[in-house]
């Protein structure tokens, strides 16, 4: 009896099998109950917790001080079609003490976002990073389902080390033979060394040396007892001078401490039951150790042997016998054996097995018990789910040991498929993993004129993109272009949008070398079946699936909106307050709202903008500023460190050409874009005179761009004063009178009355007149003045001029009031401003000001243009070496209803290899990646 059920972008097919010896008749309807309940449970927690993917492409895989890193990300749902969940990108730039260095903000659309970040000095230093990027959504879920990427930041001087070295471990006992050489590669003898061992932070030894006259150094010591050797490193600096220094990572495994780990198809190794074993040795720098060995029992007798497929994983079949034990001998890459036991085998259990196999269009799924647990009466469930999606589903009694099932893979989409085996309670008592590879990715086909150009020629790119049925997809990719002579895109870390989204995402940890595991052969199809035994699974919480999801603590983000509450002084929620809300600078605009009974107020769709300050007030039915305090909800920050510990090597030690060329042309290539414009003109020389600026200054016409500064050097000399004290002490011509002979004071510059601007804020926006009294107007800005201390503000710019005042007069002034020119006029005709600038940024009120709360949130980044020079003339001779790394980068390419786009770049100088790397997705479920290379040959004359 079959039963049918469809499920977006995935085929599903539910049914029951009853494999007894004897064919029963039970009725349909109540032989798929059950199974129909569990899928109901697990779409009812894919609904309420929706998964986010998210992928980042790179311009290139390393960097140096003073270089930009410029990406793209695609954001999508379980299913591949963008997420519409997220409208913010966090990214973290993490360094190698696991410190956030600096935390960005992108917008993201349609589920696409790009940008660039800058490592200047101010944020980066010679180092490992790690760059963490994801949605606040995504912080549901396992840390491991957000974007990481490390990479080495290199620094560079003309007298920088290029370092060889090579360490073994005896006993204790290391021995490391290490070279010194200049960047001209010629040796470094005579260095007089101090030299550090170092764990970390911890200083182990310390000793003195100096290079032999080739610029070698021989170094032997004894590593303290108990001491972890993954951060293991020298530390060698010249003794005039400590600020030459190198950092030099030790690669060197204890035998005892490389961690080897056996794990059994699908769970536990049972008694009589033929297992698949799955295993996996790590060094202790966290990567993969390549080993093999054999399988002996409690009497010595071999039952199995194994050997590393990729990355220290593998695979090995046994048959568990009862009352027996089991012990691995494993030989080391040098020859050390290890011993290690094997999980312990249970008297009974079931076992679910599958066999994937490369060129076949079958899944072939055994479902082995024993013998004790066989009961006719006794239901069992095979599930098989992928991207979120169920696609397969069948209910099963065991009436015997084994059963037999093949399964179409073309039921399932692209990807990790996971199947469990539910018992009769309810629990899940087997899961298996396997990747099903349907070839239906994009097709993306890169053509160009000639596989052949010349330095300087303009490179044009033509692009068609397709589906595995070859008709034409509009779609949004991203393309990096970069000097084979530079940059070494076939590292170990090396993956893709295709590796990201279709495994690495569903598995748990970090995973060596992913685009090994896709391409097409049956060496890497073996190691892939490896690494899905060994690496495990992140997806759902089968407790949360039988017994209901909690509530999300993390809230979705579809727009940028600003969330908060308004409570009264007792705390108690402050209903049917109407909340103002203003921004100020770049971005000037204003929205209102009610708060709901629990006092709390939402505004939607707030322009992204990379430097705002939102005003928010709250007043009551008659428009006043009502007595309450507002809280605004902010995302926390992530604190978590990263959750594995790979360190890139810096570009120094063992370095290859590739490395070298890219670290000492670097420098010279950014040097020049100080000085040229594009076309490789030179930049005119300009004398600027230097202007007094003011940290955090909000002034609308630049900071310093005023017609006086008062600086923080100035304040320091008032000393302990009020801000009024200040600002009549520093500020030239302020004073108070009263207007027009009036009996109203006002605070005046010379001729013009003052509106004071604090942090961007004008104080007079909230000014709202209540009785005739006497100089009212005059009593709130002084109580504000009065209220400020000297020491709580960094600058005062004071604008007087209709050069500088002008800005101030459109952005705060109504058109009649700017009209108004006649010092007679209505009030505010004549006007000066004094930009105040405070330590906090928090403007003219505190946290707790009475009704008004100043919200200044993490501000956008937003991309900037990468640099593309165009060389109009053909000329043999240049004044300068056009010496990119990147050669391009483009993030906003769209494919046309044919499928097809076009780029252009010029190639640089020196004559080389490019590659070309190009990825993207339809946004619908489809994702593509291909790489191109093309040759730059030398110049004709």
Not at 897 to 915: I, L, M, R, W
């Amino acid at each position: 009896m079959l039963y049918f059920k469809n499920y977006p972008r995935c085929k599903a097919l539910i049914f029951l099998f009853l494999f007894t010896l004897s064919a029963s008749q039970v009725k349909a309807q109540q032989q798929i109950t059950p199974l129909k309940s569990m899928i109901g449970k697990i779409d009812d927690y894919n609904t309420k917790l929706p998964s986010e993917k998210l992928f980042l492409q790179f311009d290139k895989p390393y960097y140096a001080v003073g270089d930009t890193i410029w990406f793209k990300g695609y954001l999508t749902n379980s299913i591949l079609k963008y997420s519409a969940l997220s409208s913010r990108l966090y990214v973290d730039l993490v360094n190698d003490s696991n410190r956030v260095v600096k935390h960005f903000v992108f917008p993201v659309s349609f589920g696409l976002s790009w940008g660039n970040i800058e490592l200047n000095e101010s944020i980066a230093r010679e180092g490992a990073y790690t760059i963490r990027a994801y949605t606040n959504w995504m912080r549901n879920f396992d840390e491991n389902t957000l974007f990481y990427q490390s990479f080495y930041v290199s620094g560079l001087s003309a007298n920088s080390w290029i370092i060889n070295t090579r360490s073994t471990l005896n006993n204790d006992q290391v021995k490391a033979d290490l070279k010194f050489t200049g960047l001209d590669q010629k040796p470094l003898g005579g260095q007089d060394l101090e030299l550090k061992l170092v764990n970390g932070k911890k200083t182990l030894l310390k000793n003195s040396a100096v290079t032999a006259a080739d610029g070698t150094l021989n170094i032997n010591f004894t590593v303290p007892v108990n001491t972890p050797l993954r951060n293991l490193a020298m530390v060698a600096s010249v003794k005039k001078d400590n600020k030459k220094s190198a950092w030099i990572p030790l690669n060197i495994n204890r035998p005892q401490d490389v961690d080897i780990q056996f794990m059994p198809e699908s769970g536990p190794l049972i008694a009589s039951l033929p297992a698949q074993v799955g295993f996996k040795s790590i060094g202790e720098d966290g990567r993969g150790i390549n080993v093999k060995g054999i399988v002996t029992d409690n009497e010595n007798n071999t039952v199995g042997q194994f050997e590393s497929l990729h990355a220290g994983m593998g695979v090995f079949n046994m048959a568990p016998q009862p009352g027996k034990t089991y012990t691995a001998q494993i030989t080391l890459p040098d020859g050390t054996i290890k011993t290690v036991k094997l999980p312990a085998i249970k008297k009974s259990g079931t076992l679910l097995k599958i066999r994937n196999s490369f060129n076949t269009d079958t899944l072939h799924i055994s479902v082995l018990a024993s013998e004790d647990i066989i009961s006719p009466g006794l239901e069992y469930h095979i599930i098989g789910e992928s991207r979120g999606v169920v696609c397969y589903g069948a209910s099963f009694k065991l009436n015997k040991q084994f059963l037999n099932l093949s399964v179409p893979k073309s039921l399932f989409p692209t990807g990790v498929a996971h199947f469990t085996i539910i018992n009769s309670s309810n629990q899940p008592v087997n899961e298996r993993l396997a990747f099903i590879n349907n070839d239906d990715n994009l097709k993306i086909d890169i053509k160009t004129a000639s596989s052949q150009f010349s330095p300087r020629d303009s490179i044009p790119l033509h692009i068609t993109v397709n589906d595995q049925d070859g008709q034409p997809i509009m779609g949004s990719f991203s393309i990096a272009v970069t000097d084979d002579a530079q940059i070494k895109n076939g590292t170990a870390d090396r993956k893709n949008i295709l590796t990201d989204l279709l495994l690495t995402s569903d598995l748990n940890g970090y995973v060596e070398d992913p685009e090994f595991y896709l391409e097409k052969s049956a060496l890497s199809w073996k190691a892939l079946d490896a690494l899905l035994l060994t690496q495990g699974w992140v997806g759902y919480n089968w407790k949360y699936i039988i017994n209901g999801a909690p509530a999300a603590q993390y809230a979705p983000e579809p727009d940028y909106a600003i969330n908060g509450k308004v409570t009264n002084l007792l705390n108690k929620p402050v209903s049917n307050s109407k909340i103002l809300l203003l921004a100020t600078g770049r971005y000037h605009f204003i929205k209102d709202t009610i708060t709901n009974t629990e006092g709390k107020f939402s505004f939607h769709k707030i322009p992204a903008a990379d430097s705002t300050k939102y005003v928010l007030q709250a007043r009551n039915a008659g428009g006043r500023t009502i007595n309450a305090g507002i809280t605004v909800n902010e995302v926390p920050a992530l604190n978590t460190n990263i959750p594995f510990d790979i360190i890139p090597a810096p570009w120094y030690v063992n370095a290859d050409t590739t490395l070298l060329n890219y670290v000492k042309n670097n420098s010279a290539y950014h040097d020049e874009l100080e000085r040229r414009k594009y076309g490789g003109h030179l930049l005119r020389e300009v004398n600027i005179k230097d202007k007094t600026e003011i940290k955090g200054s909000q002034n609308l016409n630049g900071t310093g761009n005023s017609d006086q500064v008062i600086t923080e050097a100035d304040i320091e000399k008032v000393g302990k004063a009020s801000l009024l004290d200040l600002i009549q002490q520093k500020v030239t011509s302020f004073h108070s009178g009263y207007v027009h002979k009036g009996t109203d004071l006002e605070f005046f510059l010379k001729d013009k009355r003052v509106r004071f601007v604090i942090d961007g804020i004008d104080l007079d926006r909230y000014y709202e007149p209540f009785s005739a009294t006497p100089n009212e107007h005059y009593e709130y800005q002084k109580q504000t003045l009065d209220y400020l201390t000297a020491s709580d503000i960094l600058g005062i710019e004071v604008m007087y001029s209709s050069r500088y005042n002008s800005a101030y007069n459109t952005q705060n002034l109504s058109l009649d009031e700017q009209l108004a020119v006649d010092p007679t006029g209505p009030r505010g005709s004549s006007i000066a401003y004094l930009e105040i600038t405070t330590r906090s940024g928090n403007g003219p009120f505190t946290r707790t000001a009475t009704g008004i709360y100043i919200y200044k949130p993490v501000p956008f980044t937003m991309s900037k243009q990468f640099y593309r020079p165009r060389y109009l003339v053909k000329n043999t001779t240049h004044s300068f070496t056009d010496l990119r790394s990147t050669i391009h980068w483009q993030p906003s390419i769209v494919t046309d209803k044919n499928g097809q786009a076009t780029v252009s770049f010029y190639a640089a100088d020196k004559p080389t290899t490019y590659t070309i790397i190009m990825e993207g997705s339809d946004l619908n479920g489809k994702i593509g990646y291909q790489t191109k290379k093309i040759t730059i040959a030398p110049a004709t004359k």
